[in-house]
């Protein structure tokens, strides 16, 4: 099994920042494309952002410009830096992640989430 496990979430106000952090582990072969999304309350989870294992990135419309995805294959952790934050950005943020397990298998796994609160 893979586990994801997500922390830095937490209450900002406006303009501030966070970091996010998701961890893998667990039995794995490799970790490919790692990503984040979120679920606002009352709406559907929406893209953030996903980073490929060589580095490509890719980022939703609403956060291009202020969010940045990175991720250290070393440490199987991936993080976002969230800079001028908007109330509208308050949401649970999870992790996901895929790849080949130690069985061979794919998996296409998720965090249990992170709470980010944006006051105004």
């Known amino acids: 099994q893979v586990q994801l496990v997500e922390s830095g979430g937490g209450l900002v106000q406006a303009g501030g920042s966070l970091r996010l952090s998701c961890v893998a582990s667990?039995?794995?072969?490799?970790?490919?494309?790692m990503g984040w999304h979120r679920q606002a309350p009352g709406k559907q989870r929406e893209l953030v952002a996903t980073?490929?294992?060589?580095?490509?990135?890719n980022y939703g419309d609403s956060v291009k410009g202020r969010f940045t995805i990175s991720r250290d294959n070393a440490k199987n952790t991936m993080y976002l830096q969230m800079n001028s934050l908007k109330p509208e950005d308050t949401a649970v943020y999870y992790c996901?992640?895929?790849?080949?397990?130690?069985?061979?298998?794919?998996?296409?796994?998720w965090g249990r989430g992170t709470r980010v609160t944006v006051s105004s």
């Open positions: 980073i490929a294992s060589g580095g490509s990135t």
């Open positions: 667990g039995s794995f072969f490799s970790i490919n494309t």
């Open positions: 996901n992640a895929g790849g080949i397990n130690s069985s061979g298998r794919g998996y296409y796994n």
